[in-house]
Antibody, heavy 121, light 105 residues
Framework: EVQLVESGGGLVQPGGSLRLSCAAS????????VNWVRQAPGKGLEWISYISGSGSPLFYADSVKGRFTISRDNAKNSVDLQMNNLRAEDTAVYYC??????????????WGQGTMVTVSS | YDLTQPPSVSVYPGQTATISCSGDRLGDKFASWYQQRPGQSPVLLIY???KRPSGIPERFSGSNSGNTATLTIIETQALDEADYYC?????????FGSGTRVTVL
């Protein structure tokens, strides 16, 4: 079964750090782009980061640029999102999502179940 | 780049629901649509304006022209009650619409 499973969410204080992971299975992981999309409580979807199948290029939304870093390990079929200097407005469910084409994907066909990040003192 | 959707749409069972998504020259880009039921992850319904992934019912269709993309749900069922998001690729970033809650009356 093709699936993505996120982990690593939790409660963190403002200014703190957290590392999320997205584990993939059921497909040739290195052939597909992966994105992170978040959803604040009661709000809509917000794309925040992209990584190609090879690991480069990388792209970020302005809201997280300079604070978040996306990376992948194709040998382990995983993508990580390192989140530093967290703010209250980063509180959200974080989803990883696969680009359906493998390159220059315009949509996301596989989504994980999400992991909740709460930034609060 | 911004995508604007109506906050809510109501429809009777068996009727047709249409959801609009507006953006500057959106028709020059690809539009996708996602369904998100309460407490669940989004599901891709439509990609490249009007393509359906395998497993998505033919009741769902999409179009995109000018400044507006449209998702149409015919023969609406109770299980179609959900939030729907449009999305486009504004290279190299991705943009989601604000979302539309579809209520089946």
């Amino acid at each position: 079964e093709v699936q993505l499973v996120e982990s690593g969410g939790g409660l963190v204080q403002p200014g703190g750090s957290l590392r999320l992971s997205c584990a993939a299975s059921g497909f040739t992981f290195s052939s597909f782009e992966v994105n992170w999309v978040r959803q604040a409580p009661g709000k809509g979807l917000e794309w925040i980061s992209y990584i190609s199948g090879s690991g480069s290029p990388l792209f970020y939304a302005d809201s997280v640029k300079g604070r978040f870093t996306i990376s992948r390990d194709n040998a382990k079929n995983s993508v990580d999102l390192q989140m530093n200097n967290l703010r209250a407005e980063d509180t959200a469910v974080y989803y990883c999502a696969r680009g359906y084409r493998g390159y220059e994907s315009d949509a996301f066909d596989i989504w994980g179940q999400g992991t909740m990040v709460t930034v609060s003192s | 780049y911004d995508l604007t959707q109506p906050p809510s749409v109501s429809v009777y069972p068996g009727q047709t629901a249409t959801i609009s998504c507006s953006g500057d020259r959106l028709g020059d880009k690809f539009a996708s649509w996602y369904q998100q039921r309460p407490g669940q992850s989004p599901v891709l319904l439509i990609y490249r304006d009007d393509k359906r992934p395998s497993g998505i019912p033919e009741r769902f269709s999409g179009s995109n022209s000018g400044n507006t993309a449209t998702l149409t749900i015919i023969e609406t069922q109770a299980l179609d009650e959900a939030d729907y998001y449009c999305q486009t690729w504004d290279t190299p970033t991705y943009v989601f619409g604000s979302g539309t809650r579809v209520t089946v009356l």
